[in-house]
């Protein structure tokens, strides 16, 4: 039992960091755009598809993807910024245009990776030697400790630039006030497109990972990881990415122990009974900050 | 006499915010250079509408903003700081969880990458407002309101701008203090700065202004230099009426 109660931690910090970066990416992107990113999810399947493609194409080992990743979707991020936010600006009201115009991204981002990859669900037959390591009294696969690795050094790198880089507080200062951020001069439109494209290549980058950690993946998974971003984000409070951050991992720590103590059936039930007793008891998220508004 | 051209103008805007509700119908102001432009009007009358389409933050549907007698319509507020000009808004403008110095940073960001220029600002700022740079390692929400207003105000003027814009810059400040801000922008021509001040304090307005602007419902009711608002004793009983305040009280 207690082996199971050390795995399910061990497991639950690896998967709930994975979680974590999905929720910064995606509350940066609600805090500074007022995006709601229904294709958060589609977005870091696209980054476990292209390792995929790379080493199954190239043999490129995953590691080597990540730059890639990275890279090309920032790039992607930027550009899609600018063909689909004036449209949204114009409408009168941006934030359920957003979720609407998002959603359809989300659908026609599945199918084109249905296109190219069909329904099959699919993994990197990529393994680090040795397979696995004894952590404590227990063994974890190798791709998972250092996925986890990784996941802690883009975590740590993220809450530095935002906290101690002038252009991350410009993107955390935009949270906080919007209309104050164009009054002291900032260019907002290329603040939000470089925030956009950062979100990209942050939830590309954790596709990298999800294809370490997690056994496989299909053209659907993404709406799965939208939906456990979407946790993260309420339960960390909107735009609040430090708050993401511990909420990622709380999430994948109650996912991972409840598949020891539940059946397995049971485990997604956990994280909406977490969102609601959040929503319930502390509407403005874990850490108790308001919803700057 | 030949007036000079304007730092900023208004030429008969429309502005709407939603749909098409205008809240500004053909309203007209110029900013004079070297001179304190009052604006004075009941609430509601669109003073601080006509302030925000001045500084690029709402784009009117009609008419035309000016920067220096060039129509510069839909310009975003980035290319108005360039231009010299900050504004500083009724409702409070700071970052309230970043420090006082990363505040007056974030103001310096079109040259953020000139380290010299930004800490010469920075110097500014705090040579004017020395209880800046007591506080400056604190979040900016923590100090007092009036603190807070000379945060907003340090950081409109640590760039040199050629002309603020002030929305009610003593709204909500005790006498005292409020006392030493109107001194303080009665002094801004002397340094070279042009002013547009909106307030509600007609009296006060009107002491430092040197012509001023009366709205009402979204269209100029009147306009007259300072002394015309002083002297005329129709004028003044006019206000009285409309803004509710009496200037001679
Ligand atoms: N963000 C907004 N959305 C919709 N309508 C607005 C908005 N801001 C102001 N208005 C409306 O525009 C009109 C003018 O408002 P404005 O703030 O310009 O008045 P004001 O003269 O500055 O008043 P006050 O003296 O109270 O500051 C008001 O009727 C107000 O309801
Ligand atoms: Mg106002």
Same mark, same amino acid.
């Given at each position: 039992m207690e082996i199971l109660v050390l795995n399910g931690i061990v497991n639950g910090l690896i998967v709930g960091g994975i979680y974590a970066l999905i929720g910064m990416s995606l509350t940066l992107l609600y805090g500074v755009l007022?995006?709601? $990113?229904?294709?958060h999810g589609e977005f870091v399947i696209g980054g476990s598809f292209l390792a995929y493609a790379l080493f199954s $194409?190239?043999?490129?080992a995953p590691l080597f993807s990540l730059p890639v990743a990275a890279l090309s979707f920032f790039a992607m991020g930027w550009g899609a910024y600018y063909l689909l936010l004036p449209r949204l600006q114009k409408s009168d009201d941006p934030e359920i245009m957003s979720f609407l115009m998002m959603y359809g991204v989300s659908i026609a981002l599945a199918a084109v990776m249905l296109l190219i990859f069909e329904a099959d669900s699919r993994s990197i037959d990529y393994s680090f030697t040795p397979i696995s390591m004894k952590v404590g009294p227990i063994y974890v696969s190798t791709a998972r400790i250092v996925a986890f690795g990784i996941v802690i050094v883009l975590a740590a790198a993220l809450t530095w630039f935002l906290f101690r880089t002038l252009p991350g507080k410009a993107l955390r200062a935009t949270i906080m006030n919007p209309e104050a951020i164009k009054i002291v001069g900032v260019d907002v439109v290329k603040l939000s497109a470089f925030a956009f494209a950062l979100a990209s290549a942050i939830a590309g980058v954790t596709g990298v990972l999800v294809a370490l950690v997690f056994p496989a993946f299909n053209p659907f998974s993404g709406a799965e990881y939208s939906i456990i971003g979407f946790i993260v984000v309420v339960l960390g409070g909107l735009g609040n990415p430090l708050g993401a951050l511990l909420a990622g991992i709380l999430y994948g720590l109650a996912e991972q122990l409840a598949t020891v103590f539940l059946p397995q059936a049971m485990a997604p039930i956990v994280g909406f009974g977490i969102l609601v007793a959040v929503i319930l008891i502390r509407p403005t998220g874990l850490m108790g900050w308001r919803a700057q508004r | 006499m030949a007036t000079e051209t304007p730092v900023l103008e208004l030429r008969a805007v429309d502005v709407a915010y939603?749909?098409?509700?205008?809240?500004?119908?053909g309203m007209s102001m110029a900013v004079r250079p070297g001179k304190i432009t009052g604006v004075i009007g009941p609430n509601g009358a669109g003073k601080s509408t006509a302030l925000r389409t001045l500084y690029g933050l709402l784009k009117p549907v009609a008419g035309d903003v000016l920067v220096d007698g060039e129509v510069v319509t839909g310009m975003p507020p980035w290319r108005f700081i360039e231009r010299g000009i900050s504004l500083v808004p009724q409702n409070r403008s700071l970052f309230?969880?970043?420090s006082v110095e990363d505040n007056l940073q974030l103001a310096c960001w079109s040259f953020r990458r000139d380290k010299a220029r930004v800490a010469e600002a920075l110097e500014r700022a705090y040579a004017q407002f020395p209880i800046l740079k007591d506080r400056r390692?604190?979040?900016?929400?923590?100090?007092?309101g009036g603190q807070q207003r000379f945060l907003e105000l340090g950081r409109a003027l640590a760039l040199q701008p050629r002309a603020v814009l002030l929305d009610?810059?003593?709204?909500?400040?005790a006498p005292k203090l409020a006392a030493e801000i109107y001194e303080f922008i009665h002094g801004l021509p002397k340094q070279g700065i042009t002013v547009l001040l909106v307030d509600q304090n007609v009296r006060q307005c009107v002491r430092v202004a040197d012509h001023v602007y009366v709205l009402e419902l979204g269209r100029n009711k009147i306009d007259g230099s300072a002394s015309d608002f002083t002297k005329d004793a129709d004028l003044r009983n006019l206000i009285a009426e409309w803004v509710d305040y009496r200037i001679d009280a």
């Amino acid at each position: 039992m207690e082996i199971l109660v050390l795995n399910g931690i061990v497991n639950g910090l690896i998967v709930g960091g994975i979680y974590a970066l999905i929720g910064m990416s995606l509350t940066l992107l609600y805090g500074v755009l007022r995006i709601v $990113n229904f294709a958060h999810g589609e977005f870091v399947i696209g980054g476990s598809f292209l390792a995929y493609a790379l080493f199954s $194409n190239l043999g490129l080992a995953p590691l080597f993807s990540l730059p890639v990743a990275a890279l090309s979707f920032f790039a992607m991020g930027w550009g899609a910024y600018y063909l689909l936010l004036p449209r949204l600006q114009k409408s009168d009201d941006p934030e359920i245009m957003s979720f609407l115009m998002m959603y359809g991204v989300s659908i026609a981002l599945a199918a084109v990776m249905l296109l190219i990859f069909e329904a099959d669900s699919r993994s990197i037959d990529y393994s680090f030697t040795p397979i696995s390591m004894k952590v404590g009294p227990i063994y974890v696969s190798t791709a998972r400790i250092v996925a986890f690795g990784i996941v802690i050094v883009l975590a740590a790198a993220l809450t530095w630039f935002l906290f101690r880089t002038l252009p991350g507080k410009a993107l955390r200062a935009t949270i906080m006030n919007p209309e104050a951020i164009k009054i002291v001069g900032v260019d907002v439109v290329k603040l939000s497109a470089f925030a956009f494209a950062l979100a990209s290549a942050i939830a590309g980058v954790t596709g990298v990972l999800v294809a370490l950690v997690f056994p496989a993946f299909n053209p659907f998974s993404g709406a799965e990881y939208s939906i456990i971003g979407f946790i993260v984000v309420v339960l960390g409070g909107l735009g609040n990415p430090l708050g993401a951050l511990l909420a990622g991992i709380l999430y994948g720590l109650a996912e991972q122990l409840a598949t020891v103590f539940l059946p397995q059936a049971m485990a997604p039930i956990v994280g909406f009974g977490i969102l609601v007793a959040v929503i319930l008891i502390r509407p403005t998220g874990l850490m108790g900050w308001r919803a700057q508004r | 006499m030949a007036t000079e051209t304007p730092v900023l103008e208004l030429r008969a805007v429309d502005v709407a915010y939603h749909g098409d509700i205008r809240i500004l119908q053909g309203m007209s102001m110029a900013v004079r250079p070297g001179k304190i432009t009052g604006v004075i009007g009941p609430n509601g009358a669109g003073k601080s509408t006509a302030l925000r389409t001045l500084y690029g933050l709402l784009k009117p549907v009609a008419g035309d903003v000016l920067v220096d007698g060039e129509v510069v319509t839909g310009m975003p507020p980035w290319r108005f700081i360039e231009r010299g000009i900050s504004l500083v808004p009724q409702n409070r403008s700071l970052f309230n969880e970043l420090s006082v110095e990363d505040n007056l940073q974030l103001a310096c960001w079109s040259f953020r990458r000139d380290k010299a220029r930004v800490a010469e600002a920075l110097e500014r700022a705090y040579a004017q407002f020395p209880i800046l740079k007591d506080r400056r390692t604190q979040y900016a929400g923590a100090m007092s309101g009036g603190q807070q207003r000379f945060l907003e105000l340090g950081r409109a003027l640590a760039l040199q701008p050629r002309a603020v814009l002030l929305d009610e810059p003593t709204a909500m400040i005790a006498p005292k203090l409020a006392a030493e801000i109107y001194e303080f922008i009665h002094g801004l021509p002397k340094q070279g700065i042009t002013v547009l001040l909106v307030d509600q304090n007609v009296r006060q307005c009107v002491r430092v202004a040197d012509h001023v602007y009366v709205l009402e419902l979204g269209r100029n009711k009147i306009d007259g230099s300072a002394s015309d608002f002083t002297k005329d004793a129709d004028l003044r009983n006019l206000i009285a009426e409309w803004v509710d305040y009496r200037i001679d009280a």
